[in-house]
């Protein structure tokens, strides 16, 4: 176990908390990956998952994003941590993470706070490969975008990567409207590209499905679901 102490607290839109984190060393680990917060409850220790949101270039932070749930004894216990406490974490782990030499297009598809693991795959397979990468984001309105002004300049350096929001509950102009597999369908002819998808498991169940129906093959559908 680590002790990390939190140094701040980023609250991009209402429902979501990044928790920055400092470690005594700089913390090592592979784009995707997830580690685990330690959190008293009740005389006992709960572990909750939470994939990294910092890049590994980020040697002197670690972030994490946090959905805040009505009623969710550990998100709202993050959320009101305030900077110079204390957190236990754990890890690395997890193995959704880019696979051997990239080949072939990259497809990321996330909703909500299933953006997490991509903030820092996107920023690892821009530096290996000048295959287009393709970032599917779906949120409900144009306000929970998180980190919209970052993937949106990483797509105006990079002519090769593609971010596409995806709002389900707005009529905001200048964004694709309804869920993520409705602009993939959209957008993307199936070829060889990787697969890769993360949120709630109903989400990426019906995301699989889709792609499946498209003619994918289940090796190139890898995926992360959030409970």
Sequence with gaps: MLQAIVADLLKPNPGIVILRLKTESPFEFRPGQFIQVLIEKEGKIIRKPYSVFSPPSSKKYLEICVKVVEGGYASNYLAALKPGQQLGVEGPFGHFTLHGEINNDLVF???GAGIS????????????TSHD??????????????????????AAENSSFHFIPVLSRSDSPGFERGYIQDAFKKLIKPADQDIYVCGLHTMVDEVRQVCRGLGYREEKIHFEKYI
């Design 133 to 154: 990468v393709w970032l599917f984001f779906g949120v409900r309105a144009e306000a929970d975008i998180i980190y919209r002004k970052e993937f949106e300049a990483l």
């Design 109 to 111: 598809m996330a909703a």
């Design 117 to 128: 693991p991509f903030r820092s795959m996107v920023e690892e397979a821009l530096t290996k």
